[in-house]
């Protein structure tokens, strides 16, 4: 599991519903930083850790999100008024040309450090001033967790579920630094998009397999229950 918490503990529990035994280890560790918000016509949330960062303070502001997952996290936030978008960034534009004027002022683009700026950039050319700030740092692990650590050279992990290109990156990075990429020969990995899937590459993997569509449950249709495969458990 190399999701970031606390969305880790809800995918583990998860995948222990499905009969696998998860093994924690966070590629990324998420820290919200306290930023002033400026005005704007309306807030643009691309991640659940986006709209977490804004807990008890999301402003009074329509908000578009990508995903019901980050808009479930914006209305826990306090947001009133969502519009949901489908798929991924490019999805978020669509949504914002299709219910946003530009002439009707700037937007807030509430994002991770190093985040979204393809967005950002997508939005302007479509004659959208953007107002993007980092709303939390996504800072990379030092190193895997000893439990990992032992599961991946005793051959027990059988898949490993990755989320987004960043915590992929990190994780390859980590396993290399550990003298573990041979490890990787023996997992499965299970990536969230094909983008995710094309950083995956710089390791030898069993097999890399993409969800059919951005979200969790498609994800964890790929693992599928325990006991169909006869795999190790996942990480």
Same mark, same amino acid.
């Given at each position: ?5 606390? !969305? ?12 696998? $035994? ?6 990324? =560790? ?25 807990? %008890?303070?999301?402003?009074? =502001?329509?908000?578009?999100?990508? !995903? ?26 669509? =949504?914002?040309?299709?219910? &946003? #004027? ?5 937007? @807030?683009?509430?994002?991770? $450090?190093?985040?979204?700026? #393809? ?11 953007? $107002? $993007?700030?980092?709303?939390? #740092? ?10 990992? =650590?032992?599961?991946?050279?005793? %051959? ?11 915590? +992929? ?8 630094? +550990?003298? &573990? ?10 990536? @969230? ?8 590459? %710089? ?9 059919? #569509?951005?979200?969790?449950?498609? @994800?964890?249709?790929?693992? !599928?229950?325990?006991?169909?495969? %006869? ?5």
């Amino acid at each position: 599991m190399t999701r970031p918490e606390p !969305g880790a503990a809800e995918t583990s529990a998860r995948v222990a519903a499905l009969g696998w $035994r998860p093994v924690l280890a966070p590629a990324l =560790l998420l820290e919200p930083r306290p930023v002033p918000l400026p005005p704007a016509q309306a807030l643009l949330l691309t991640s659940r850790a986006a709209a977490r960062a804004l807990a %008890g303070r999301i402003p009074n =502001l329509p908000v578009l999100a990508v !995903g019901e997952a980050t808009a479930a996290e914006a209305r826990r936030a306090g947001s009133t008024t969502l519009y949901v978008a489908t798929g991924d960034a490019q999805a978020l534009a669509t =949504l914002a040309t299709s219910v &946003l #004027d530009p002439a009707g002022g700037p937007i @807030l683009l509430a994002v991770g $450090r190093g985040y979204a700026l #393809d967005l950002a950039e997508i939005l302007r050319g479509r004659g959208f001033r953007v $107002r $993007r700030r980092v709303v939390y #740092d996504a800072h990379p692990a030092r190193h895997l967790p000893e439990e990992a =650590l032992l599961a991946l050279r005793n %051959g027990k992990i059988g898949s490993a579920l990755f989320f987004s290109p960043r915590s +992929a990156e990190v994780t390859l990075s980590l396993m290399r630094d +550990a003298g &573990l990429a041979a490890a990787a020969t023996s997992v499965e990995a299970l990536a @969230l998009s094909a983008r995710v899937a094309m950083t995956l590459r %710089g390791l030898p993997w069993r097999a890399i397999r993409v969800a059919s #569509d951005l979200n969790q449950n498609a @994800l964890l249709a790929l693992l !599928g229950p325990a006991g169909q495969t %006869g795999e190790p458990p996942p990480s």
